[in-house]
């Protein structure tokens, strides 16, 4: 039997059938370790059915923007957007239960120290000291060393030092980022693009098409 291992999956945003389909490719078995980079819903097609398959078959998961702003909705945030509005309705008291539970960041058991969060990291910061409003927004730092959500400066995970692997979502617009210490997993499957995975320790990445574009990109 192979050593148990841990597949980390980029934005699914409610595709659900893009997300199986890359379980698949990937070998999953229920040794290994699935863990959700966050914006699990909003977008796509079937944010309730990827909930649902998570908490029952075990996955793991960080807070994403787009979660977030539905636990707003939940909350009764009349300022949230119309499409986290709708994600909030179709999800059951059991889903809701689990997305509130999502932590902000999670460090792998991995052989090498590796930690998920959403959005990202500010250089110089403990994970356990940063902000959360970087963890589910940060993209950049720009060229003066301020950290932004905007595409700006360079990627924050060019910056990041380290020791910890950090791996992210959040940024379709820069697409698969493979940088020394950081690995960004967002290839825009809900704009039609790609879902891709990171399955460590061999630190291979899996991919399978988008079935079409379910929401406009930015």
């Not at 949230?80 to 909030?88: M, R």
């Not at 902000?104 to 969060?117: D, F």
């Amino acid at each position: 039997m192979s050593a148990a291992r841990t597949v980390v999956v980029g934005d699914v945003h409610g595709c659900l059938e893009e997300l199986l389909a890359l379980i698949v490719k990937c070998g999953v078995t229920p040794d290994d370790r699935v863990v959700l980079v966050g914006d699990v819903v909003a977008k796509g097609p079937d944010s309730q059915g990827v909930v649902q398959w998570a908490r029952e078959s075990g996955a793991h998961a960080v807070l994403g923007n787009h979660d977030a702003h539905v636990l707003r909705a939940i909350a009764g945030d009349a300022a949230v957007k119309g499409h986290h509005v709708k994600v909030a309705g179709e999800l059951g008291a059991a889903d809701v239960r689990w997305l509130k539970e999502r932590p902000l960041w999670l460090r792998l058991p991995t052989a090498s120290p590796h930690v998920v969060v959403h959005g990202g990291l500010v250089p110089g910061v403990p994970v356990e000291h940063q902000a959360r409003e970087h963890l589910l927004n940060l993209r950049s730092i720009t060229d003066d060393g301020k950290p932004s959500k905007r595409i700006e400066g360079k990627p924050w995970g060019a910056a990041w030092p380290g020791p910890e692997h950090a791996v992210f979502g959040h940024d379709a617009v820069r697409g698969l980022q493979q940088h020394k210490h950081a690995t960004g997993l967002d290839t825009g499957c809900v704009y039609g693009r790609q879902l891709t995975a990171l399955v460590l320790p061999a630190n291979d990445l899996v991919s399978v098409d988008a079935h079409r574009a379910y929401a406009e990109m930015k």
